[in-house]
């Protein structure tokens, strides 16, 4: 019932910038939940930010600073602003979405299809 489509990711040097976004479709209701996680290889996959349905964004340490996280809820939208990119952040970037539903009974968690984000000189 519901997609996530991802777009933005690619090579770019360090200090450079790049923008991700994460278009969801389908049947979304109640209150909703959007977080971008990556992964690299060989390593565990981390979250990076996170926003809810009020725009209150949360972000993971190594991100602070450089990442900004913004949403566009009439269009079920998240975006991903990168700056200031490290070589460590080269990983897969994929978007999540959590629908909370029955005053938080029922979760349901979706995922787009990832995006490559490579940071090399």
């Known amino acids: 019932q519901v997609q996530l489509v991802e777009s933005g990711g690619g090579l770019v040097q360090p200090g450079g910038s790049l923008r991700l976004s994460c278009a969801a479709s389908?049947?979304?209701?109640?209150?909703?939940?959007m977080r971008w996680y990556r992964q690299a290889p060989g390593k565990q996959r981390e979250l990076v930010a996170a926003i809810g349905s009020a725009g209150n964004p949360n972000y993971a340490d190594s991100v602070k600073g450089r990442f900004t996280i913004s949403r566009d809820t009439t269009k079920n939208t998240v975006y991903l602003q990168m700056n200031n990119l490290k070589p460590e952040d080269t990983a897969s970037y994929y978007c999540?979405?959590?629908?909370?539903?029955?005053?938080?009974?029922?979760?349901?968690?979706?995922w787009g299809q990832g995006t490559q984000v490579t940071v090399s000189s």
């Open positions: 999540n979405l959590l629908i909370v539903q029955n005053g938080g009974a029922t979760v349901k968690e979706y």
């Open positions: 389908g049947n979304i209701f109640s209150i909703n939940v």
